[in-house]
C-alpha cells in the first residue's frame, strides 16, 4: 500500500471510530451550538432592527466555529492522561492522521451544528444565494479544520488544567474581535485595528461577502486565502505536536 | 532484534536516565530488564519503542536504525506500557479491533485475533465494557491484550504482571512461551519479581543508575548456588533508589 493510501485508510478508521462516539451520544452535538444559537434567538431580532440576518448569522457560525472546534483539545486531553494515545503513537500509522482523523470528526460535528444553524437563521427570515451558501460552508469546514488541530496541539502541549480555563477564555475576545455580533466598522479606530490581527475577522468578513451573493472581490479573496493558510498551519502544527516526544 | 550501542538519554532538568547502554537481544530469546526502581529501564524501552528520542548513542530495533526509521521500528513491535493504554471511557473491544488494524490488519482479522487475545486471557466477557468498569487486574490483562494482538515479531512489556493475581501471572507466562514458540516472538521485559525472571527469561539485563552492571543467563548469575535475589541486591546494593540518577 503507498503512503498515501495508508494514511487515508488509517485517518478513515480513526474517524469512523470517533463518529462512532459522538453518533452515541447525539445529545453533545447539539449541546456544542446551543450558545450561538441562543444569540440567534435572543439577540438576532433586537440586531434585526439595525441589520440584517445575512450579516448577523456568519458572525454565529464563526462563533459557533471557534466554541465547537477550538475546545476539541479537550478529548485529547483524557486519551493522553489514559495513555491511549501513547498506545497508538506506537503503531505504523501516519502522524497526520492520527490527527486528522479526529479533525475529521469534528468538522462532521461543526458541519451538522452549522446546518442547524443556518435553518433557524433561515427561519426567522435570513436570505442567501444556495451558491454562496455552500462556499461559506465550505470556508467554515476549512475554519473549523484549522481551529481543530490547534486546540489539539495546544491541549497536547499546555498543562492540561490549564487547557479548558485558558480555552474558554481566549473564545471571548477572539468571536468579540472577529466582529461576530456587531461589524467592526463600527468600533473606535484602536479597536477596528486590534481586530485585524485576528484571522477571524477576515474569514468572517468575506463570508459575509458570500452570503450577500458578492463572490468575487478582494475582501472574499483575503477570506479565502486566510482560511486556508489558516487551516494548512493548524494541520501542520498539530502532525509536528503528534510527532513529538512524550506528547 | 535490538542492538543498542551508548544508547543516553539525559532529561531537559539533567537527570541523566540512561548513561550509554550496550545491548544485545538475539530473535526469539524472551530477555528480562531488572533494575530498582529508577534505574532507567521505562526510559529505555520507551526509547526503543519510539516514543523518546535518545540524547546519544545508536539503535537497530526489528531491523531498523531507530533514528532514521522509526515507522519501520514500529511496523515490528508491541508495547505494553507501564501505565497502561486503556480508554477508561469507551468499550474495549471497539478499542481493540482499532488498535490492530492501525497495525495494519483487515478488520476481519482484527475481530479475529481480538477474540483470540481475549479468550487467551480470559477477558472474553468483559470485553464490552469500558476500562473504567475493570478492575486493575483485569485492566492490566487489556493493556497487554493491546501489545500482542497483532502478533508483533518484538514484544515490549514494562512490568506486565504487576497487579496481576498468581493464576494470572501464570497463565501469562504460559502464554508469552507460547507465543515465543509457535511464532518465535522476541520478548523484552521488565519485572520487580525475581521468580518471574528466573522461570520465564532466557537472559537476565540488570541495569542501575542508567547503565548494564551485569548480564548473563539466570543460571550463570546464580552460580554458587545463591538465589537471584541475593545477587540482585549483591550487584544494585539495598539502599532505595528513589531519584537515585539525578
Ligand atoms: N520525563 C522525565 N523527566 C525527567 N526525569 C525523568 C523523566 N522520566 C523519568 N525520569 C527520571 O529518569 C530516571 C529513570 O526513570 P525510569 O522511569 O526509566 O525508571 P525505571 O527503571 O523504569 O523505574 P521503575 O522500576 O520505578 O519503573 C528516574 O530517576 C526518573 O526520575
Ligand atoms: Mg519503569
Known sequence: MS????ASRETWLLFRHGFDATVKQKIGVVLGAIQP??????????????????????????????????????GIVMESRFGVLERMRVTPASRLALLLGRVLNNVVTLAVQTVLLLAAGFAFGMRVPPAGLLAGFVLVMLLGAGLAALSYAAALTMNEHLFAPVMTT?????????????????????????????????????????????????????????????????????????????? | MI???????????????????????????????????????????????????????????????????????????????????????APLDGELVLQAMLHGLSRAEARERVTEALERLELGDLRHLPGGALSGGQRRRFDIAFGLLHRPALLFLDEPTTGLDPQSRAHLWDHIRALRDRHGMTVFLTTHYLDEADALCDRLLIIDHGRIVAQGRPAELKAGGRTLDDVFLDITGRSLREGAAA
Open chain 1, 3 to 6: 503512503a498515501l493510501a495508508a
Open chain 1, 37 to 74: 444559537m441562543l444569540f440567534l434567538v435572543l439577540f438576532g431580532p433586537i440586531f434585526a432592527t439595525i441589520g440584517t440576518w445575512e450579516t448577523l448569522v456568519p458572525g454565529l457560525l464563526v462563533q459557533l466555529g471557534l466554541m465547537s472546534t477550538g475546545l476539541a483539545g479537550f
Open chain 1, 170 to 247: 481566549a473564545i471571548v475576545p477572539l468571536t468579540l474581535l472577529s466582529g461576530a455580533f456587531l461589524p467592526m466598522s463600527m468600533a473606535p479606530g484602536w479597536l477596528n485595528a486590534l481586530s485585524y490581527v485576528s484571522p477571524f475577522r477576515h474569514v468572517l468578513e468575506a463570508l459575509r461577502e458570500l452570503f450577500a451573493g458578492h463572490y468575487t472581490g478582494g475582501t472574499v479573496f483575503l477570506g479565502v486565502a486566510v482560511t486556508v493558510v489558516f487551516a494548512v498551519a493548524g494541520l501542520v502544527v498539530g502532525t509536528r505536536v503528534f510527532h513529538r516526544e512524550n506528547a
Open chain 2, 3 to 89: 542492538e543498542t550501542r551508548g544508547l543516553s538519554k539525559t532529561f531537559k532538568g539533567g537527570a541523566e536516565a540512561v548513561r550509554g547502554v550496550d545491548m544485545t537481544v538475539e530473535r526469539g530469546e524472551i530477555v528480562g530488564f531488572l533494575g530498582p526502581n529508577g534505574a532507567g529501564k521505562t526510559t529505555t524501552m520507551r526509547m526503543l519503542t519510539t516514543l523518546l528520542r535518545p540524547t546519544a548513542g545508536t539503535a537497530t530495533v526489528a531491523g531498523h536504525d531507530l533514528l532514521a526509521d522509526p515507522r519501520g521500528v514500529r511496523r515490528h513491535i508491541g508495547y505494553v506500557s507501564q501505565g497502561g493504554g486503556v480508554n477508561l471511557a
